[in-house]
């Protein structure tokens, strides 16, 4: 599966495949990001564990936590609701900058969008836009994710009650 990624006006294709160079170099823990993406991990919650460094701290506009461990555990909790009740998924990746700065860590920074469907009588849709610092540091031999920062443009509590809305009948 690839995406196209717009970054800075130049159109790449990205392979999920580039995950298995992991992160050496903080380019392929952008790539490996991407990948991610590629997966629709902001649903899935399907992340390259192998990026994350494990006491990682993870925040989004309704939560924060830290540990790798915890993450799984979360996202083994919501799974079977996700996969019962989540019609349809669409990530779009807008961009994913590299941003290095010294002493071995940096950010790497993706704007997005997400949108799905549940299957709630009342057929509701979730659409959110927003951007993700994924903040890096050199550990031994590789790169990896010590702080995951997530923004929404929109209020958590917009955002929820985007789930009590009505949405258009599928026929």
């Known amino acids: 599966m ?3 990624l717009v970054n800075n006006g130049n159109i790449s294709n990205f392979d999920s495949e580039k995950s298995r160079f992991k992160s050496s170099y903080p380019e392929n823990l952008r790539d490996c990001i991407v990948a ?3 997966r629709g991990y902001l649903f899935s919650g399907a992340i390259d564990f192998d990026i994350y460094d494990e006491s ?5 506009p309704t939560i924060s936590f830290t540990g790798l461990s915890t993450f799984k555990r979360n996202i083994e909790a919501v799974r079977p609701l996700i996969d019962t009740f989540l019609l349809d998924r669409n990530v779009t990746l807008y961009s994913c900058q590299l941003l290095e700065s010294q002493n071995d860590t940096g950010q ?4 997005w969008r997400m949108s799905g469907g549940l299957k709630l009588f009342w057929n509701p849709r979730i659409e959110l836009t927003g951007e993700t610092a994924f ?14 920062f997530e923004r929404w443009d929109i209020p958590p509590s917009t955002a929820l009650l985007q789930l009590l809305q009505p949405g258009q009948t599928v026929s």
């Open 2 to 4: 690839s995406t196209a």
């Open 36 to 38: 991610d993406f590629n």
């Open 56 to 60: 990682c701290r993870f925040t989004d």
């Open 135 to 148: 903040t890096y540091q050199r550990k031994g031999a590789k790169y990896l994710v010590v702080d995951y």
């Open 108 to 111: 790497v920074i993706a704007t």
